[in-house]
């Protein structure tokens, strides 16, 4: 079992930057993928970005270009560096880390863009 503890969320304004933290409470090294996902009010959790075990980058169209996630297998941590903010990027952002059939998920962390 796997314990993912997102952190790094809050207010900011719209132009801002925010970067999101995912720690882990074991080795992620075995992780296929580790991705971040966001749901905002009255609608479906959707993928953000996500980062495979070799460092192969996959994002949301709606982020390309402003949103980087990374991985440090060393600390067990994902992180999403998130530029440009725009109000229509509030959501809970939570953490995944999947593998074979194993699938985890983070609680969550609130990201709230004011125009």
Known sequence: QVQLVES?????QAGGSLRLSCAAS?????FNTMGWYRQAPG???ELV?????GGSTNYADSVKGRFTISR???KNTVYLQMRSLKPEDTAVYYC?????????WGQ????????
């Not at 074991?26 to 075995?30: E, P, T, V, Y």
């Not at 970005?49 to 075990?53: D, G, L, P, V």
């Open 8 to 12: 790094g969320g809050g207010l900011v």
């Open 26 to 30: 074991g080795s992620i090294f075995s």
């Open 43 to 45: 609608k479906q959790r």
């Open 49 to 53: 970005a996500t980062i495979t075990s």
């Open 72 to 74: 440090d297998n060393a």
């Open 96 to 104: 995944n880390a999947f593998r074979l059939a194993e699938s985890y």
């Open 108 to 115: 969550g962390t609130q990201v709230t863009v004011s125009s």
